[in-house]
């Protein structure tokens, strides 16, 4: 048995794919025999499905939301030592200052610590090697991670090249597995799952939607449901109310079960994101049998393969393109339909506890 301490700058309430992938990752470790409690910045309650969550204080940022403050850190430490907790394993976005300094605050404590990156750095990827080559926090005795092959060449180029393994994001194939649905003919039904703000690139759904229905004039009718919500929400209800009601839904944020009644009634999955770092709703939807479109060089590429289990483009325009052949080309989406149900990836959460319990070995090792 392994007690674990899991520390965020993000947790819940607070909604994201990070969030739940922290309390799922938790519950999974917790459901291997092993002690966990969280560790964030995110104001809430201080428990999560029987989880000890402790919320530290600190100055926080408007509109980032995060906190800055010696003060949090003080606390962590505090925590960390009271604890006695075997591991220390860090959730890190792009803009994580908990994240980052609490890694050091582990790692000078004398814990053995892993650091996951769940964010595409991009643009920002100077800066952090600035910041790394400044501070020398990439020779810390940390056992670094990335979800995806994507994101881990980004993190290790601005580590200076340091190892990050790959530590992909978890889900239970099963649970989205899906009775295939009597189709509509000559409708195609798109769907999207993903958080409402400007780097998801959400507006960019009504222009596929545009351009495709454009294109396939009267020979086919595309509709598209929007499940998520975010700051963008006012937008996309505005494009959504006039591209109309029978048109687009923006459903907002739903639960698992209701997003997988969706992926049920629906024939394709369409992720417009330049800056995907895994995909997580893309394999959700490619478990239900959802052939997935969505971009090149994200970390979907991780799980998809072009024309295999859907189509990837290089721009909207690509996308749209890959919408309008699925639209006309029934063999190449029932085949990829069918390769999709049939499919078992390898990213049970069986698969990545063991993948995660890896890591904290290697971090034992690297701190020694």
Not at 191 to 200: A, C, D, E, G, N
Not at 263 to 275: A, E, H, I, K, Q
Not at 308 to 333: F, I, Q, W, Y
Request: hydrophobic share 45%.
């Amino acid at each position: 048995m392994t007690k674990i301490a899991l520390v965020s700058d993000w947790c819940l309430p607070r909604f994201g794919g990070l969030e739940l992938q922290m309390l799922d990752l938790a519950r999974s470790l917790r459901a291997a025999g092993h002690v966990v409690e969280i560790i964030t910045a995110t104001p809430g309650p201080d428990t999560l499905d029987g989880i000890p969550v402790h919320r530290v204080g600190g100055l926080r940022m408007p509109f980032f939301e995060f906190t800055i403050s010696p003060r949090q850190f003080r606390e962590l430490e505090d925590i960390l030592v009271r604890g006695e907790f075997d591991v220390v394993h860090v959730q890190s976005g792009i803009i994580a200052p908990f994240a980052y300094g609490g890694a050091a605050v582990a790692v000078r404590a004398g814990f053995p610590t892993a650091l996951t990156f769940h964010s595409v750095y991009d643009y920002l990827a100077p800066a952090l090697h600035n910041l790394s080559s400044l501070t020398k926090w990439n020779a810390l005795p940390i056992a670094w991670s990335a979800v995806s092959s994507l994101v881990a060449r980004e993190t290790s180029a601005a580590l200076s090249g340091a190892r990050v393994d790959v530590l992909p994001n978890g889900i239970e194939p099963s649970q989205w597995k899906v009775e295939p649905h009597r189709r509509e003919p000559g409708t195609l039904h798109l769907v999207s799952v993903t958080r409402l703000q400007v780097r998801k690139r959400p507006r960019d759904l009504f222009a596929i939607l545009d351009a495709a229905q454009a294109t396939l004039g009267t020979s086919a009718r595309l509709t598209l449901d929007i499940i998520g919500d975010g700051r963008e929400r006012i937008f996309i209800d505005r494009l959504a109310a006039r591209a109309g009601a029978e048109r687009v839904t923006v459903h907002g944020r739903l639960t698992r079960e209701e997003i997988k009644r969706i992926f049920s009634l629906s024939d394709v999955f369409v992720l417009p994101t330049r800056m995907e770092s895994f995909g997580i709703a893309a394999l959700e939807a490619m478990c239900a049998g959802l052939p997935v479109v969505a971009r090149r060089n994200t970390g979907v590429e991780d799980f998809v393969t072009d024309r295999v289990n859907g189509l990837l483009g290089d721009s909207t325009e690509a996308l749209t393109d890959a919408v309008v052949e699925l639209a006309r080309n029934e063999p190449l989406r029932e085949a990829i339909a069918e390769r999709n149900r049939a499919a078992h990836p390898p990213y049970a959460w069986g698969d990545i506890v063991r993948a995660t319990l890896a890591q904290y070995e290697r971090a034992r090792q690297i701190g020694r």
